[in-house]
């Protein structure tokens, strides 16, 4: 998703973003464990910046991550009508 560019005050997390996911979608970083969820996007639509709310059990490394690339998940959206009612 982008870059870790520094912690707030409240403890949130700031990426510089790259892919602008949707609000609430779940991050993570280099190893694939889960460090919170998008809080807020802020900026311009030209270098856009997310608010990540941290998980409880990551607050105490908030500061490690800073200067690392942060991460979401891509799910393929399936096509089609879905079941037809009475089926």
Excluded: C, N
């Excluded at 409240?10 to 919170?36: F, N």
């Excluded at 891509?74 to 089609?80: D, L």
């Amino acid at each position: 998703m982008g870059k870790v560019v520094r912690v707030t005050k409240s403890g949130r997390l700031i990426v510089e973003a790259e892919i602008v996911p949707q609000l609430y979608t779940e991050v993570y970083d280099d190893k694939l464990t889960m460090i919170g969820r998008v809080y807020d996007i802020m900026g311009s639509v030209s270098s856009p910046y997310v608010s990540i709310e941290p998980i409880h059990e990551h607050r105490v490394k908030l500061k490690k991550l800073i200067g690392r690339y942060t991460y979401i998940r891509a799910f393929a959206k399936i096509k089609g009508k879905g079941r037809k009612r009475g089926s």
